[in-house]
């Protein structure tokens, strides 16, 4: 898990915190001068996160980054901590996800673009917490709190554990195959009304 130096408690009121471009929680409350040395936190944590998830999945540099997320307009990082755990308190994982205009190929091969199309950016659990079904919760808070269905979303190079996570607990397996690097299951094109 990742600790740090400072008191983490300031960003987590709650386990699961939403940061946006402005790089608070979405739970801050307070002035300027707090508001300065909770992003400087906050940046700290992204990063941090942003490198052990590139190092877990191979990349040669982060997908996340404090100041990648400061110069997004469509993205959205939650935060994971475990407080007063028996490790204390600890960072134990990011889920990057936005909206993206793309073009996608739909079941029959035709060319579609989707605006805003929903996307998993990038998806973290820290070593020692794996399997424990730690990801399925942070996953569920952000469906719950973005309204999306995971069907409906893309995935941004699902690894081998991704593609597992998203079979086992959503039954999501048919992939509808595309040009890029985004991966789509059948039924992402289907429509429904619980589309925005
Ligand atoms: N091998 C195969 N499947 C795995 C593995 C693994 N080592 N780890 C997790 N899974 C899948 C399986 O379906 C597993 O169920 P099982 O144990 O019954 O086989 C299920 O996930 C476990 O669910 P959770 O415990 O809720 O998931 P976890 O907390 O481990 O989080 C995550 C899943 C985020 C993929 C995590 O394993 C992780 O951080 N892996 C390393 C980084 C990574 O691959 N991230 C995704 C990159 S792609 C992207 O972000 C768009």
């Not at 204390?88 to 091969?109: C, H």
Request: glycine share 6%.
């Amino acid at each position: 898990m990742a600790k740090f130096k400072f008191d983490i408690k300031c960003i987590f009121s709650q386990p699961v915190v939403q940061i946006s471009s402005n790089l608070l929680p979405h739970t801050f409350i307070g002035d300027r001068r707090m508001a300065m040395d909770v992003t400087s936190k906050v940046s700290q944590i992204i990063d941090r996160l942003g490198e052990l998830s590139a190092v877990a999945q191979k990349l040669s540099k982060p997908i996340t980054s404090a100041q990648k997320l400061r110069m997004s307009e469509n993205q959205t990082v939650y935060l994971m901590a475990d407080i007063n755990g028996c490790d204390g308190d600890v960072v134990i994982g990011l889920l990057k996800i936005g909206t993206k205009n793309l073009y996608l190929f739909d079941s029959s091969g035709q060319t579609r673009k989707i605006d805003k199309a929903r996307c998993i950016l990038d998806f973290y659990i820290h070593e020692s917490r794996q399997r424990m079904g730690v990801g399925k919760i942070l996953f569920d808070i952000m469906l719950t709190e973005e309204h999306w269905t995971p069907v409906k979303c893309s995935v941004d190079r699902p690894s081998e554990k991704l593609i597992q996570f998203l079979k086992k607990y959503y039954g999501l397996e048919k992939i509808i195959p595309q040009a890029n690097k985004f991966v789509l299951y059948e039924g992402f094109f289907d429509e429904d009304e619980d589309d925005d």
